[in-house]
């Protein structure tokens, strides 16, 4: 079993810079996938960025490609997300998720993650 925690969130003004942490209790082994999804309100939840913890391979949604860093801390069982340039559109509750997989990369499906943190707000203005 696996639970996720989510830290970081917060207010923040368009172009400020914001870093999101999610700290892992239980099992992190190599074969193992994490990712940070999102959902603003009356959207559906989406995909932001995705990281394999063996070998930190990442993706990332177009919208966040250029400013946004996903990393993780083995020692510390963390997945962060470093968000830079922050945009009003990037308003949402961020949500960390994990999974136990063979893939090459992180799925960007939300139905792929076993696990998902409560999530923390984001809230960036104009």
């Known amino acids: 079993q696996v639970r996720l925690v989510e830290f970081g969130g917060g207010l923040a003004q368009a172009g400020d810079s914001l870093k999101l942490s999610c700290v892992a209790s239980?099992?992190?082994?190599?074969?193992?996938?994490m990712g940070w999804f999102r959902q603003a309100p009356g959207k559906d939840r989406e995909f932001v960025a995705g990281?394999?913890?063996?070998?930190?391979?990442?993706r990332y949604t177009d919208s966040v490609k250029d400013r946004f860093a996903i990393s993780r801390d083995i020692a510390k069982n963390t997945l962060y997300l470093q968000m830079n340039a922050l945009k009003p559109e990037d308003t949402a509750v961020y949500f960390c998720?994990?999974?136990?997989?063979?893939?090459?990369?992180?799925?960007?499906?939300?139905?792929?993650?076993?696990?998902w943190g409560l999530g923390t707000q984001v809230t960036v203005s104009s």
């Open positions: 990281i394999r913890w063996l070998d930190i391979r990442a």
């Open positions: 998720a994990a999974t136990y997989s063979t893939a090459d990369v992180a799925p960007t499906a939300g139905a792929m993650y076993h696990y």
């Open positions: 239980g099992r992190t082994e190599p074969h193992y996938l």
